[in-house]
């Protein structure tokens, strides 16, 4: 199934319907020994982790390839009463912002660590795009350690790209906005005057993985869209797609569709570096959260920021520089050498790639075509290595692999087209089911591409699996890259909608000292139970403390009596078992809350307030042993001014009836 | 058509995998949580010693050690003492009282630091089993803790 020039006309013509119509039907593109690439038996390993973002799910989800196979989805930006994220006492502060405890958002694109310009298998990064945040997942945990909010920023889409040694995660604005120390009770349209952007270059403490806002960069109010951290020659300049040069403040659809060329902005932020340093970086009051969870206590903390350093782009001239780049790039991709810089422009029909080199000679000839907003323009054929003609619809983003090759996605034409970078020709192209975003190679935006497999994170499913209603999964396709020829081998669904996605060999995250329990003597949980000797229940005031332990299977206490209407009761719950996947979970009836999911030697802390006076089953949520479904107990409510004394026990032999 | 032609084409890979794959072990064999220690052909199990690091020759007992005994009641009040009493009573798993006489110190030892093959294996675990119906748990104890627990373990025997 080729398409041939006329048809790629013919349907650029057609382009609005094209959606709307199947770009191509169900049954083809999959060949005989598909399954065999795909098939991973059972109980044997993938070959790679793959890191998928949630979307709207606002988690992060990991699947095994080539078999994809859904391992498990963290928790990172929206809560999940599945595992308490967002619910229990620990956990909570994670989801505090400026704007208050927000539940929700929206994960757009993951970074895995480097050093080196390798993958390093420490953490992964992941941006919320509503409410702009950068999130840390600790990847000896798989459970998110950390979460930045983005002050000044509209919509946190350009994120989160990091530099070669993760120095750097950067973040920048999708919506451009009045800053936040700005008068922002302004009309809408005067967005030229008003509206700026602004990028974060938020630094990483190399030991620790601690984010920080390290400066941030104010320019024009455009909209930032995808960025990638130059390396080996390039390393020290970052580069940014953005649109929305015409400035369009409503019906962007059309208004921001205006200019032949919009802008990829080269930053040298080795420069930036060097001004924050000699202190020329300006205090700006603005308030945003940071939220630390801290392994020892088990606990996070979230605590107010009050300042950021800025450095308005305008100021200095040396920093910042506009390429001109075809109609709405959105993909900005470095290639593993550093040299050539992969443009694609939505919606535009050729792919420019333009040359490190060059553009460093431009800049020390200043052959500019002007400037925008005080920033140079650097002429587009001054930058430009060469354009790959007529390659698809559509280009959106582009991964490379170690032999010299680039994969570009086409959402428009739905399909992956692969490209030589050194001559720019079309090598093959391989349809997609349907409408493909981002794709992913392992190490694809590293300078050590791992290749062999290729995911498309498709837009559009329609008939792809078992119709579920009007929602549906989904789609994402594996490719065998390991020929000449793409194949595809595997259709798997996904939860939310995946944007972008990262994978890592399997052996760099196994080796990375993963966590099978928390070592009950390194727990350092100020509420923890030392095992059933000290469980106990405590009352101050209106707070009740239970100090609670689980072990297969039964909790100590259970038996609490003397609770009363008013009182608020903080179940602590210390899970004793020290033996790989041995969680126990807790529910209390009518708890307007979630449950506790309580890993080998964690402690985890549910709130209840009792609405009613009576007995209130408690039990095991997680299958723990034969006897799980004899994990249970009892807690007493009584009126408020009842003299029930405060009581617990467990295995109390019962009392004579008074 | 084309469905019966992928089909058999993934019929025909799986057999070839079939055939193929079966001498190769996984580097990282998986521990069946679950298994039946039927089969009879099994390695030779020594019951008086039990499976793992322990035997006669490493684990030497003399005097009861207080220092020791004492942390050994401290770990175990976290990691133990929710399943086992200190009396012959069976709470979860069965009382402790009398199992340094029952078993060896290092049957203790390697037990209680390698409990998921011993269960399988023993006959006497087995029918313990059988009885409690909850797999004595794997409490990531160190060398070290579980000599301390076994020094606890005779020191609540040589009491009355
Ligand atoms: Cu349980």
């Given at each position: 199934m080729k398409i041939s020039k006329n048809s790629i006309l013919a349907t650029f013509a057609l382009a609005s319907l094209l959606l709307a119509?199947?770009?191509?039907?169900?049954?083809?593109?999959?060949?005989?020994d598909a399954a065999a690439k795909a098939y991973v038996a059972p109980g044997k390993y993938d070959e790679f982790y793959n890191f998928v973002s949630g979307g709207f799910s606002g988690q992060m989800s990991v699947y095994g390839l080539?078999?994809?196979?859904?391992f498990r989805y963290i928790p990172v930006f929206s809560v999940d009463p599945e595992k308490g994220w967002g619910y229990n006492e620990e956990t909570?502060?994670?989801?505090?912002?400026s704007h208050g405890f927000v539940p929700w958002d929206d994960l757009h694109h993951i970074e895995l660590s480097q050093t080196k310009g390798e993958q390093n298998g420490k953490w992964a990064f992941a941006n919320a795009n509503n409410t702009p945040r950068l999130a840390r997942i600790d990847l000896k945990t798989f459970r998110t350690a950390e979460i930045i909010e983005l002050p000044n920023?509209?919509?946190?889409?350009?994120?989160p790209f990091g530099t070669e040694n993760s120095e750097y995660i950067v973040a920048g604005t999708r919506f451009s906005v009045p800053?936040?120390?700005?008068?922002?009770?302004?009309?809408?349209?005067s967005y030229k005057q008003n509206f700026k952007g602004h990028i974060s270059f938020v630094s990483v403490a190399?030991?620790?993985?601690e984010m920080k806002i390290a400066f941030q960069l104010r320019t024009p109010g455009v909209n930032f869209d995808l960025a990638r951290a130059g390396k080996?020659?390039?390393?020290?300049w970052f580069f940014f797609s953005c649109y929305n040069t015409e400035q369009a403040s409503t019906l962007l659809e059309v208004n921001a569709s205006q200019r032949d060329k919009d802008f990829i902005m080269a930053v040298n932020w080795k420069k930036a570096e060097e001004y924050i340093k000699a202190g020329k970086g300006k205090k700006t009051p603005v308030k945003y959260a940071h939220n630390v969870y801290n392994e020892s206590t088990q606990s996070a903390t979230s605590k107010i920021e009050k300042e950021v350093l800025v450095l308005d782009i305008a100021e200095f001239k040396d920093i910042c520089y506009f390429i001109p780049c075809p109609k709405s790039p959105h993909g900005c991709d470095v290639d593993p050498t550093g040299e050539y810089i992969v443009g694609s422009?939505?919606?535009?029909?050729l792919i420019p790639v333009f040359s490190y080199d060059k553009i460093q000679k431009a800049i020390a000839n200043k052959t500019y075509e002007g400037d925008y907003e005080g920033i140079p323009v650097i002429k587009y054929e001054a930058a430009l290595y060469g354009e790959v003609k007529k390659?698809?619809?559509?280009p959106l983003h582009t991964e490379f692999d170690a032999n010299g090759n680039a994969y570009t996605s086409f959402f428009v034409s739905s399909e992956i087209v692969k490209w030589n970078?050194?001559?720019?020709?079309?090598l093959d192209r391989a349809p997609t089911?349907?409408?493909?975003g981002h794709l992913c190679i392992p190490?694809?935006?590293?300078?050590?591409p791992w290749g062999k497999y290729l995911i498309a994170y498709n837009k559009i499913t329609k008939d792809r699996y078992l119709p579920t209603g009007p929602e549906l999964t989904q789609s994402a396709q594996i490719f065998d890259?390991?020929?000449d020829k793409m194949q595809m081998i595997l259709d798997f669904p996904t939860i939310g909608e995946p944007h972008y996605a990262q994978a890592a060999p399997a052996e760099l995250i196994r080796n990375n000292?993963?966590?099978?329990?928390?070592k009950i003597a390194e727990n350092?949980?100020?509420?923890?139970?030392?095992?059933?000797?000290?469980a106990r229940v405590v009352r101050e005031g209106k707070k009740v403390h239970v100090y609670m332990t689980s072990i297969r299977s039964h909790f100590a206490p259970d038996n609490i009596e003397g609770i009363k209407m008013g009182d608020e009761v903080y179940?602590?719950?210390?899970?004793l078992e020290q033996d790989w996947d041995v969680p126990h979970g807790f529910a209390i009836k009518g708890a307007n809350n979630a449950e506790l999911l309580i890993m080998p030697g964690e402690t985890c802390t549910l709130k209840w307030t009792p609405d009613r006076t009576g007995i209130f089953p408690m039990y095991c949520t997680?299958?723990?042993?034969?006897l799980h479904q004899e994990m249970q107990g009892y807690v007493r409510v009584s009126p408020?001014?009842?003299?029930?004394p405060l009581s617990f026990s467990l295995n109390k032999p019962v009392a004579e009836n008074k | 058509m084309k469905k019966l032609a992928l089909l058999s084409a993934a019929l025909i890979s799986t057999l070839i995998i079939s055939c193929g794959g079966e001498t190769k072990t996984q580097e990282e064999t998986i521990q069946s949580?679950?298994?039946?220690?039927?089969?009879?052909?099994?390695p030779v199990y020594d019951p008086k010693r039990?499976?793992?690091?322990?035997?006669e020759s490493n684990v030497k007992i003399g005097p009861l050690n207080e220092a020791m005994a004492a942390k050994g009641v401290a770990i175990a009040g976290t990691k133990c003492t929710s399943c086992h009493k200190l009396t012959d009573e069976k709470l979860v798993?069965?009382?402790?009282?009398?199992v340094t006489t029952r078993k060896t110190p290092h049957w203790i030892m390697n037990f209680i630091t390698n409990p998921d093959p011993m269960i399988d294996k023993d006959p006497e675990v087995q029918a313990q089993l059988e009885l409690c119906l909850v797999r004595m748990p794997?409490?990531?104890?160190a060398d070290e803790d579980a000599r301390q627990i076994l020094e606890f373990m005779r020191k609540n025997d040589s009491s009355k």
């Amino acid at each position: 199934m080729k398409i041939s020039k006329n048809s790629i006309l013919a349907t650029f013509a057609l382009a609005s319907l094209l959606l709307a119509c199947k770009p191509k039907n169900t049954s083809n593109a999959v060949s005989g020994d598909a399954a065999a690439k795909a098939y991973v038996a059972p109980g044997k390993y993938d070959e790679f982790y793959n890191f998928v973002s949630g979307g709207f799910s606002g988690q992060m989800s990991v699947y095994g390839l080539p078999s994809g196979r859904l391992f498990r989805y963290i928790p990172v930006f929206s809560v999940d009463p599945e595992k308490g994220w967002g619910y229990n006492e620990e956990t909570k502060p994670m989801l505090n912002t400026s704007h208050g405890f927000v539940p929700w958002d929206d994960l757009h694109h993951i970074e895995l660590s480097q050093t080196k310009g390798e993958q390093n298998g420490k953490w992964a990064f992941a941006n919320a795009n509503n409410t702009p945040r950068l999130a840390r997942i600790d990847l000896k945990t798989f459970r998110t350690a950390e979460i930045i909010e983005l002050p000044n920023s509209g919509g946190n889409h350009s994120s989160p790209f990091g530099t070669e040694n993760s120095e750097y995660i950067v973040a920048g604005t999708r919506f451009s906005v009045p800053g936040d120390n700005d008068n922002g009770d302004v009309p809408i349209n005067s967005y030229k005057q008003n509206f700026k952007g602004h990028i974060s270059f938020v630094s990483v403490a190399p030991e620790t993985g601690e984010m920080k806002i390290a400066f941030q960069l104010r320019t024009p109010g455009v909209n930032f869209d995808l960025a990638r951290a130059g390396k080996g020659k390039s390393h020290g300049w970052f580069f940014f797609s953005c649109y929305n040069t015409e400035q369009a403040s409503t019906l962007l659809e059309v208004n921001a569709s205006q200019r032949d060329k919009d802008f990829i902005m080269a930053v040298n932020w080795k420069k930036a570096e060097e001004y924050i340093k000699a202190g020329k970086g300006k205090k700006t009051p603005v308030k945003y959260a940071h939220n630390v969870y801290n392994e020892s206590t088990q606990s996070a903390t979230s605590k107010i920021e009050k300042e950021v350093l800025v450095l308005d782009i305008a100021e200095f001239k040396d920093i910042c520089y506009f390429i001109p780049c075809p109609k709405s790039p959105h993909g900005c991709d470095v290639d593993p050498t550093g040299e050539y810089i992969v443009g694609s422009g939505k919606l535009a029909a050729l792919i420019p790639v333009f040359s490190y080199d060059k553009i460093q000679k431009a800049i020390a000839n200043k052959t500019y075509e002007g400037d925008y907003e005080g920033i140079p323009v650097i002429k587009y054929e001054a930058a430009l290595y060469g354009e790959v003609k007529k390659p698809g619809l559509g280009p959106l983003h582009t991964e490379f692999d170690a032999n010299g090759n680039a994969y570009t996605s086409f959402f428009v034409s739905s399909e992956i087209v692969k490209w030589n970078i050194k001559d720019l020709k079309v090598l093959d192209r391989a349809p997609t089911y349907y409408s493909v975003g981002h794709l992913c190679i392992p190490g694809g935006n590293t300078v050590k591409p791992w290749g062999k497999y290729l995911i498309a994170y498709n837009k559009i499913t329609k008939d792809r699996y078992l119709p579920t209603g009007p929602e549906l999964t989904q789609s994402a396709q594996i490719f065998d890259i390991s020929g000449d020829k793409m194949q595809m081998i595997l259709d798997f669904p996904t939860i939310g909608e995946p944007h972008y996605a990262q994978a890592a060999p399997a052996e760099l995250i196994r080796n990375n000292g993963q966590l099978k329990i928390y070592k009950i003597a390194e727990n350092k949980h100020p509420y923890k139970t030392n095992g059933e000797g000290e469980a106990r229940v405590v009352r101050e005031g209106k707070k009740v403390h239970v100090y609670m332990t689980s072990i297969r299977s039964h909790f100590a206490p259970d038996n609490i009596e003397g609770i009363k209407m008013g009182d608020e009761v903080y179940f602590h719950v210390t899970n004793l078992e020290q033996d790989w996947d041995v969680p126990h979970g807790f529910a209390i009836k009518g708890a307007n809350n979630a449950e506790l999911l309580i890993m080998p030697g964690e402690t985890c802390t549910l709130k209840w307030t009792p609405d009613r006076t009576g007995i209130f089953p408690m039990y095991c949520t997680d299958f723990c042993s034969a006897l799980h479904q004899e994990m249970q107990g009892y807690v007493r409510v009584s009126p408020a001014g009842s003299n029930v004394p405060l009581s617990f026990s467990l295995n109390k032999p019962v009392a004579e009836n008074k | 058509m084309k469905k019966l032609a992928l089909l058999s084409a993934a019929l025909i890979s799986t057999l070839i995998i079939s055939c193929g794959g079966e001498t190769k072990t996984q580097e990282e064999t998986i521990q069946s949580p679950i298994a039946t220690g039927q089969e009879s052909n099994a390695p030779v199990y020594d019951p008086k010693r039990g499976e793992g690091k322990f035997d006669e020759s490493n684990v030497k007992i003399g005097p009861l050690n207080e220092a020791m005994a004492a942390k050994g009641v401290a770990i175990a009040g976290t990691k133990c003492t929710s399943c086992h009493k200190l009396t012959d009573e069976k709470l979860v798993g069965p009382g402790w009282k009398g199992v340094t006489t029952r078993k060896t110190p290092h049957w203790i030892m390697n037990f209680i630091t390698n409990p998921d093959p011993m269960i399988d294996k023993d006959p006497e675990v087995q029918a313990q089993l059988e009885l409690c119906l909850v797999r004595m748990p794997n409490q990531s104890l160190a060398d070290e803790d579980a000599r301390q627990i076994l020094e606890f373990m005779r020191k609540n025997d040589s009491s009355k």
